[in-house]
């Protein structure tokens, strides 16, 4: 193999060769801040800092243009409209919107095709030459190359959700190699997923479960096979359900499955979560009695609900990086930029149940009276609204005074997130990233859901029931009893309110082919106060901040931009675009 340069990301292993064990002679020209293959695979520790670096290139959450604003959960008021590419229809293969290579709030930067693939090859260097590197334990190779292989996995599922079938890469492409290679059908892009987690599972050992949730394991690897298979079965990728998506596309194998019977990967998703559950290593976060302040601290505390997450790393996650959604989605009088950044849409905060179970309305005149009255407790942990007792038992105030002027936090919508902020310590100064939590790729909720999902479409809605009860029940809220397509409902509103914020909408609208539903207007709250200089006795309605949403099906689908359709000519173009 050929002598290069690989750039270690690490600051860690940065600081490990700035501090050289013997003198070097002042003559010595080899670049210091620069590691060859030899130095990297011949040391455990360089090796393993390899591996770090692909984990730290996964995708990160708390950004400052959150995935949010490319859904019907909020809107994006910054210079650039950057969710609006696929709100309003109109990504282009030189417009992706959010997923761009470069965008100034950092938004879906990880995401993109370019920098996964770039992953994805100093993975692949990983496999190809973790054998030389001497271990002192086997079971510390074996460990290695579980996390190799299971991140091969994790960026290709990344590109799978955006894109349906990329080509797949089981080898390091060097300098000067054909870069022609075509996309794999859809099939054949799960299988390589699936067959890199299965022999990730296989490696990782059951005892290292949780132990360090950073990192995968064979949970985690489980976890993420049951999305994968989730994914793989629904609406989207079936040729029963997809007709009017790929109407007219030459390739609809490279979005979807063209055979095959949809009830078995329907069970194949239903078991892998089922697997998961089965390890009872996992539990929902239930530790304090009041409900509100236990969804709260999910995402606030570490627990066993964590299967997957990223912690803020003050060196790396500079500028709007991770960490930053705290700071940049609170109100301006706390500090935020909720004014100009992601900003909570009214069609979120209606999906939020009455505590009694029922839907919330506009149209019933109780509810109207006071909207934010007697409703799901997960509305108040993750949204904040006029009346919301925020730090320091502050109340959050949006309205307009008689003569128009504006109470404290009035914007455009008059939601702002509340979600992943701890109450309990105060506002988020900009530099603080010790007190923004953890990133949660994954939770336990997620998995039951999973499961409860695919028991559904499998016409279980016994064992469906007893799970997105389970989910409920933890809220605080009455359990569902619906089946069929009512049950079915029930569930992905379950979803959606239970997974706000949570980078999961925008492929749940994909995947259950309802994007004309995801992009009706999307409305904000006004409201006034009828005595100037008094909060007292509110009125509300539903006002439309944002008319200009528009569905159009190209768009369940990222387009591969221009720039890589002119790199590998082998490429075929996603449909519509």
């Given at each position: 193999?050929?002598?290069?340069?690989?750039?270690?990301?690490?600051?860690?292993?940065?600081?490990?060769?700035?501090?050289?064990?013997?003198?070097?002679?002042?003559?010595?020209?080899?670049?210091?801040?620069?590691?060859?293959?030899?130095?990297?695979?011949?040391?455990p520790?360089?090796?393993?800092?390899?591996?770090?670096?692909c984990?730290?290139?996964?995708?990160?959450?708390?950004?400052?243009?959150?995935?949010?604003?490319?859904?019907?959960?909020?809107?994006?008021?910054?210079?650039?409209?950057?969710?609006?590419?696929?709100?309003?229809g109109?990504?282009?293969?030189?417009?992706?919107?959010?997923?761009?290579?470069?965008?100034?709030?950092?938004?879906q930067?990880?995401?993109?095709?370019?920098?996964?693939?770039?992953?994805?090859?100093?993975?692949?260097?990983?496999?190809?030459?973790?054998?030389?590197?001497?271990?002192?334990?086997?079971?510390d190779?074996?460990?290695?190359?579980?996390?190799?292989?299971?991140?091969?996995?994790?960026?290709?599922?990344?590109?799978?959700?955006?894109?349906?079938?990329i080509?797949c890469?089981?080898?390091?492409?060097?300098?000067?190699?054909?870069?022609?290679?075509?996309?794999?059908?859809?099939?054949?892009?799960?299988?390589?997923?699936?067959?890199?987690?299965?022999?990730?599972?296989s490696?990782?050992?059951?005892?290292?479960?949780?132990?360090?949730?950073?990192?995968?394991?064979?949970?985690v690897?489980?976890?993420?096979?049951?999305?994968?298979?989730?994914?793989?079965?629904?609406?989207?990728?079936?040729?029963?359900?997809?007709?009017?998506?790929?109407?007219?596309?030459?390739?609809?194998?490279?979005?979807?499955?063209?055979?095959?019977?949809?009830?078995?990967?329907?069970?194949?998703?239903?078991d892998?979560?089922k697997?998961?559950?089965?390890?009872?290593?996992?539990?929902?976060?239930?530790?304090?009695?009041?409900?509100?302040?236990?969804?709260?601290?999910?995402?606030?505390?570490?627990?066993?609900?964590?299967i997957?997450?990223?912690?803020?790393?003050?060196?790396?996650?500079?500028?709007?990086?991770?960490?930053?959604?705290?700071?940049?989605?609170?109100?301006?009088?706390?500090?935020?930029?909720?004014?100009s950044?992601?900003?909570?849409?009214?069609?979120?905060?209606?999906?939020?149940?009455?505590?009694?179970?029922?839907?919330?309305?506009?149209?019933?005149?109780?509810?109207?009276?006071?909207?934010?009255?007697?409703?799901?407790?997960?509305?108040?942990?993750?949204?904040?609204?006029?009346?919301?007792?925020?730090?320091?038992?502050?109340?959050?105030?949006?309205?307009?005074?008689?003569?128009?002027?504006?109470?404290?936090?009035?914007?455009?919508?008059?939601?702002?997130?509340?979600?992943?902020s701890?109450?309990?310590?105060?506002?988020?100064?900009?530099?603080?990233?010790?007190?923004c939590?953890?990133?949660?790729?994954?939770?336990?909720?997620?998995?039951?859901?999973?499961?409860a999902?695919?028991?559904?479409?499998?016409?279980?809605?016994?064992?469906?029931?007893?799970?997105?009860?389970?989910?409920r029940?933890?809220?605080?809220?009455?359990?569902?009893?619906?089946?069929?397509?009512?049950?079915?409902?029930?569930?992905?509103?379950?979803?959606?309110?239970?997974?706000?914020?949570?980078?999961?909408?925008?492929?749940?609208?994909?995947r259950?082919?309802?994007?004309?539903?995801?992009?009706?207007?999307?409305?904000?709250?006004?409201v006034?106060?009828?005595?100037?200089?008094?909060?007292?006795?509110?009125?509300?309605?539903?006002?439309?901040?944002?008319?200009?949403?528009?569905?159009?099906?190209?768009?369940?689908?990222?387009?591969i931009?221009?720039?890589?359709?002119?790199?590998?000519?082998?490429?075929?173009?996603?449909?519509?675009?």
């Open positions: 193999m050929k002598k290069k340069d690989i750039y270690i990301v690490s600051w860690l292993c940065l600081l490990s060769i700035a501090l050289p064990s013997c003198r070097k002679d002042f003559l010595d020209t080899e670049p210091e801040d620069k590691i060859s293959d030899a130095q990297v695979w011949s040391s520790e360089l090796a393993l800092e390899v591996i770090n670096g984990y730290q290139a996964l995708p990160e959450g708390h950004t400052m243009c959150m995935m949010m604003s490319s859904t019907d959960e909020g809107v994006f008021y910054g210079d650039e409209a950057i969710g609006a590419a696929y709100t309003e109109y990504a282009s293969p030189t417009n992706q919107g959010a997923f761009a290579a470069s965008v100034w709030s950092w938004s930067m990880s995401w993109n095709w370019d920098a996964v693939y770039k992953n994805i090859r100093n993975i692949n260097i990983g496999i190809a030459n973790i054998d030389k590197t001497p271990f002192a334990r086997e079971e190779r074996e460990k290695a190359f579980a996390d190799l292989y299971f991140l091969r996995a994790f960026c290709h599922f990344l590109l799978m959700s955006q894109y349906g079938g080509p890469y089981d080898r390091p492409v060097n300098l000067g190699e054909d870069y022609s290679k075509p996309r794999n059908t859809f099939e054949q892009t799960v299988d390589f997923i699936v067959s890199d987690l299965d022999i990730a599972i490696k990782y050992n059951v005892n290292d479960i949780g132990n360090i949730k950073t990192r995968a394991d064979k949970g690897a489980m976890a993420v096979k049951s999305k994968v298979l989730l994914y793989a079965a629904s609406d989207l990728h079936n040729p029963d359900k997809n007709q009017a998506v790929v109407a007219g596309y030459a390739h609809p194998e490279l979005v979807g499955y063209t055979g095959g019977d949809p009830f078995l990967r329907w069970q194949a998703a239903r892998a979560a697997e998961v559950m089965d390890l009872n290593a996992y539990r929902l976060y239930d530790d304090n009695p009041d409900k509100i302040r236990n969804f709260e601290e999910i995402f606030v505390h570490r627990s066993d609900e964590d997957f997450i990223r912690y803020c790393d003050p060196v790396k996650d500079i500028y709007w990086g991770v960490g930053r959604t705290p700071f940049v989605e609170q109100p301006p009088s706390f500090g935020g930029w909720g004014w950044a992601d900003m909570v849409l009214g069609n979120l905060v209606d999906a939020f149940e009455m505590s009694d179970g029922t839907r919330f309305s506009w149209a019933n005149p109780i509810h109207a009276a006071n909207p934010y009255a007697n409703r799901d407790n997960r509305l108040y942990a993750s949204v904040l609204f006029e009346g919301a007792t925020w730090y320091n038992d502050s109340i959050i105030h949006v309205g307009i005074f008689p003569d128009s002027s504006y109470a404290p936090e009035h914007q455009s919508t008059n939601y702002w997130v509340r979600k992943f701890d109450k309990e310590l105060g506002p988020v100064e900009y530099s603080e990233l010790t007190k939590p953890a990133w949660i790729r994954m939770r336990y909720a997620e998995v039951l859901l999973n499961y999902e695919a028991c559904i479409e499998l016409g279980e809605d016994a064992e469906a029931r007893k799970y997105i009860n389970m989910i029940d933890r809220a605080g809220m009455p359990a569902v009893a619906e089946s069929g397509t009512a049950l079915k409902e029930r569930y992905r509103n379950e979803r959606r309110v239970e997974m706000a914020f949570e980078e999961q909408r925008f492929f749940d609208v994909r259950w082919l309802i994007g004309p539903e995801s992009t009706e207007n999307g409305y904000g709250v006004d006034r106060y009828p005595v100037q200089g008094s909060y007292e006795n509110p009125a509300f309605k539903p006002i439309v901040v944002d008319d200009g949403r528009n569905w159009v099906d190209k768009v369940y689908f990222v387009p931009t221009t720039d890589e359709l002119n790199k590998n000519t082998a490429l075929v173009q996603n449909p519509g675009y």
